[in-house]
């Protein structure tokens, strides 16, 4: 198989596996905060920032494993990564390495590449007809 076969055949694929994975993980957190699944030493009380965050990861997670309105949701959860970056990590330190925000950036910046990039043909967007030309390509 040629580099462009491997391209446009699984290129698309990847990126979905790629959405699943990152949603799992982001799932994960919101299980922890929200239904104390595994429980890690805790639930935020409700209503506070940390509680707001918990039901985003737990409902955007779900949707993003899913690949339902991936876009839409990408947007609010790479935002909500960049808060959590700003408000819990950055004032600790200037050196993520340091403050422990290495994740949150990256699911920053991996929700970003999803708003753009959509979720890639396994999806239900794709399923619905929703998304772009490139996530149609080799389902």
């Not at 990847?14 to 805790?42: E, N, Q, W």
Request: hydrophobic share 55%; charged share 10%; glycine share 12%.
């Amino acid at each position: 198989m040629t580099t462009r076969e491997l391209e446009t055949v699984w290129a698309p694929r990847m990126l979905s596996v790629l959405r699943i994975m990152a949603a799992l993980i982001f799932f994960a957190h919101g299980t922890d905060k929200i239904l104390g699944f595994p429980d890690t030493g805790g639930t935020p009380a409700a209503f506070t920032l940390g509680w707001i965050a918990g039901v985003i990861e737990l409902f955007a997670g779900a949707l993003l494993i899913l690949g339902l309105f991936t876009r839409q949701v990408a947007f609010l959860a790479s935002g909500q990564m960049a808060a959590a970056y700003f408000i819990g990590h950055a004032p600790e330190s200037i050196y993520p390495v340091v403050n422990g925000g290495d994740a949150a950036i990256l699911y920053c910046f991996v929700f970003l590449y999803l708003v753009f990039a959509g979720p890639g043909p396994w999806s239900l967007d794709a399923g619905r007809g929703n998304h772009s030309t490139a996530d149609r390509a080799h389902i």
